[in-house]
C-alpha cells in the first residue's frame, strides 16, 4: 500500500487553494507570483502590477484551477489538498463577489453605532440619576417649605 500524501486531483477535482485571488509574491527581481509554488506571471519591472495580475497568465493560472486542468506547479503542490470543482467554484465566487467584505463591514457599521447608542443611553443613564439627586435634595427643601407654610396658615 502505498501512501499518497500530497496525491493529485483526480478527475472533477482541482486545489483547494483561492491563493491567486487573494494572495501576491513580490520577489525582488520584480516576479509577481500567485503563489509560493507557481512560477512568474509577469513582472512588475515590465508592466504595471493591476496589469499583471489581469494579465493572460494569471488569468489561466486561475482558469486552471477553477477548471480543474492544473498547470504542473499546481498538480504537484505540497501545500493544498483537493476539493471538488464545485466547491472550489462556490468560494471564488464568494470571495470575487465581496460578499463577506459587505457583511463584514456592515457588521463593522451595526457594532460602531450599538457602541454610539449604547455611548448615548450612559450618558443619559447618568443624567437622569444626577437629576434624581437633586429632586431628591429638593425634596427635603420642599418639605420643609410645606411647614413653614402650615405654620404661617395656622396663625
Known amino acids: 500500500m502505498r501512501?499518497?500524501?500530497?496525491?493529485?486531483p483526480r478527475e472533477g477535482e482541482t486545489r483547494d487553494c483561492t491563493e491567486p485571488w487573494t494572495f501576491v509574491f513580490l520577489r525582488s527581481n520584480g516576479d509577481v507570483c500567485l503563489c509560493c509554488h507557481t512560477p512568474p506571471v509577469g513582472n512588475v519591472r515590465e508592466q504595471p502590477l493591476e496589469q499583471v495580475l489581469e494579465g493572460e497568465a494569471a488569468h489561466a493560472l486561475r482558469s486552471g484551477l477553477l477548471s480543474?486542468?492544473?498547470?504542473?506547479?499546481?498538480?504537484?503542490?505540497?501545500?493544498?489538498?483537493?476539493?471538488?470543482?464545485?466547491v472550489l467554484r462556490a468560494r471564488v465566487e464568494q470571495l470575487v463577489s465581496g460578499s463577506d467584505t459587505e457583511q463584514l463591514a456592515e457588521?463593522?457599521?451595526?457594532?460602531?453605532?450599538?457602541?454610539?447608542?449604547?455611548?448615548?443611553?450612559?450618558?443619559?443613564?447618568?443624567?437622569?440619576r444626577q437629576h434624581a439627586n437633586n429632586l431628591e435634595a429638593e425634596r427635603e427643601h420642599l418639605r420643609a417649605h410645606i411647614t413653614n407654610l402650615e405654620r404661617e396658615l395656622g396663625r
Open 3 to 8: 501512501l499518497e500524501f500530497h496525491r493529485a
Open 68 to 86: 480543474g486542468e492544473l498547470a504542473p506547479a499546481c498538480r504537484t503542490c505540497p501545500e493544498r489538498g483537493s476539493t471538488s470543482l464545485e
Open 107 to 128: 457588521l463593522r457599521r451595526d457594532n460602531y453605532a450599538l457602541k454610539e447608542t449604547r455611548a448615548e443611553l450612559l450618558r443619559e443613564r447618568d443624567a437622569l
